[in-house]
C-alpha cells in the first residue's frame, strides 16, 4: 500500500503540545534546545562536535526531510509556556544506511521540560500519524543504550529492542526499538513484537 504523505499533518495537538512543522523563524529555538548539555549528552554520546553546527545542519535536514518526503519532525511547542520545548515526530534516519527507508518515531526534549510525560505524548501522537498515513510495517527507534530516559519512553509506547546498529559518523552502537504492524483492525496497528 503506498504510502498517503499528502494527507501527514503539518500540525496536530495533544493534550499539553502544539506539534507543527519546522519554520525557518525557528532556527534559534532548535540551535537552544541542542546547546543544553543534557540534549547533547544523551544524542551524542559525549562524542565531540561543536553544537552550533550540529543544531544547524539538524535543523535543514528537518525542513528539507519536509520537503523531499512530505513529512517529518515537528517542532514541539508547549502548550502551556508557548515555548519550543524539543522535536517530535516520524522521519527517515538517513544517518543509518541500512535504515534510511523506515520510519523513525523521535523526540528530543530540552532538561527543563523532562519528566512530564511530554515525550510519550507527542511520541503517541507521531506514532498515530505515521501509522495513518505512512504504513510502514514497523516503527524504529534509535537510542543510545545509556539513555534510560528515552528507553522508557520506547518502553511506554510498546517498543521492544530489535537490532543494534552503529552510528557512522559517531562509530556509537544504537539500540533499534520497534514497534510492529499488526494485522487486526484496531485502533491500535502497533504492537511490540
Known sequence: MPADTHGFPEATDTERLHLRRWQPADRDAHAAIWADPDVFDSLRASQPGDPAEIAAEGFQRHLRHWDQHGFGIWAAVDRSSEQIAGWIGAAHPTFIPQLADEIEIGWVLRRSFWGRGLATEGALAAAEAASAHLAPDRLISLI????????????????????????????????VYELRSSSAASPQRFSSR
Not at 158 to 170: C, I, K, M, N
Open 144 to 175: 543510545l543504550p545509556t539513555n534510560s530516559r528515552s528507553i522508557a519512553v520506547a518502553e511506554r509506547l510498546g517498543s521492544r529492542p530489535a537490532e543494534t546498529v552503529v552510528h557512522p559518523d559517531l562509530g556509537v552502537e544504537l539500540q
